[in-house]
């Protein structure tokens, strides 16, 4: 009932964040509305995945979900503190506590 995406490489927008996109409505389409997204393995993000991230997280929320991140590493969470999307996002150490939380 909880999907967890592992992304690696870099964040970047286009095909990136069609990807990301299509493979979130796909989760939904499936009743999956809980998604952990792992950001361990990614090395880093722009704006346009920040804005990848805030749209996967609004389509989820608009169809009843919601979307937790984990792993994020000392980059992407500087962003996410310049961005002050740190408090729109619930982030984890790892996707299995995010996972759990969702239970809770």
Do not use: C
Request: aromatic share 4%; glycine share 10%.
């Amino acid at each position: 009932d909880v999907a967890v995406l592992n992304l690696r490489g870099k964040l970047m927008g286009g095909p990136d964040s069609t990807a990301l996109h299509d493979k979130v409505h796909g989760l939904i389409a499936d009743g999956i509305k809980q998604v952990v997204i792992d950001l361990g393995k990614v090395k880093w993000m722009n704006s346009s995945g920040l804005g990848a991230l805030m749209a996967a997280l609004t389509t989820l929320r608009n169809a009843g979900g919601d979307l937790k991140l984990a792993n994020v590493t000392k980059k992407i969470e500087s962003l996410l503190l310049i961005t002050k999307l740190i408090t729109v996002f619930e982030t984890y150490e790892t996707a299995d506590r995010a996972v759990v939380s969702f239970r809770q």
